[in-house]
T-cell receptor, first 113, second 113 residues
Framework: DAGVIQSPRHEVTEMGQEVTLRCKPISGHNSLFWYRQTMMRGLELLIYFNNNVPIDDSGMPEDRFSAKMPNASFSTLKIQPSEPRDSAVYFCASSLLRDSEAFFGQGTRLTVV | GNSVTQMEGPVTLSEEAFLTINCTYTATGYPSLFWYVQYPGEGLQLLLKATKADDKGSNKGFEATYRKETTSFHLEKGSVQVSDSAVYFC????????????FGTGTRLTVIP
């Protein structure tokens, strides 16, 4: 089992550029979650999907952030335009059902300069 | 509201030393409590959990007891190994899914030979 796969592992970009983070959940899992981890705020849930449908995006910090899940095996988190304060580690997680154990990817470390 | 407070790190111990990482929580009702571990370069993994007061979660020699009277869920291990070096996160949830998880800020443990 490959687990949750995120790409890229590291991303360095200039302020104002568009950034796209990618996630492949575990096959058969119906729920997908995007988290952001910073020193100041710890781990925060940004958005989660159930059966490819966004259920709760109240954690998305602002309109510059958007997430999509076009099919059961792929999701993207996009930041446009990016800002230095978006620098963080972004985790994707998936679970079989909404309330079952979540499995996390290795994360994408984003640095916006 | 829901929140988790865990002891500041980093923690450095010698191999075979006793480990305690403190965690206290604030929550309405009766949450489930979790410890997650993040090994270098990897995503978060569920280490142990407890779903009701006085439950003890255990795994890989680690233990934590759900103490409602002190709203605590301290992580302990009697004899740490170098391979235990990681970041440990305390979390609470009203359900098991990642959409309900509230994480602490994490405690980095380094075990030296």
């Amino acid at each position: 089992d490959a687990g949750v796969i995120q790409s890229p592992r590291h991303e360095v970009t200039e302020m104002g550029q568009e950034v796209t983070l990618r996630c492949k959940p575990i096959s058969g899992h119906n729920s997908l979650f995007w988290y952001r981890q910073t020193m100041m705020r710890g781990l925060e849930l940004l958005i989660y999907f159930n059966n490819n449908v966004p259920i709760d995006d109240s954690g998305m910090p602002e309109d510059r952030f958007s997430a999509k899940m076009p099919n059961a095996s792929f999701s993207t988190l996009k930041i446009q335009p990016s800002e230095p304060r978006d620098s963080a580690v972004y985790f994707c997680a998936s679970s079989l059902l909404r309330d079952s154990e979540a499995f996390f990817g290795q994360g994408t470390r984003l640095t916006v300069v | 509201g829901n929140s988790v407070t865990q002891m500041e790190g980093p923690v450095t111990l010698s191999e075979e030393a006793f480990l305690t990482i403190n965690c206290t929580y604030t929550a309405t009702g009766y949450p489930s409590l979790f410890w997650y571990v993040q090994y270098p370069g990897e995503g978060l993994q569920l280490l142990l959990k407890a779903t009701k007061a006085d439950d003890k979660g255990s795994n890989k020699g680690f233990e934590a007891t759900y103490r409602k009277e002190t709203t605590s869920f301290h992580l302990e291990k009697g004899s740490v190994q170098v391979s235990d070096s990681a970041v440990y996160f305390c979390a609470l949830s009203r359900g098991a899914g990642a959409n309900n998880l509230f994480f602490g800020t994490g405690t980095r443990l380094t075990v030296i030979p």
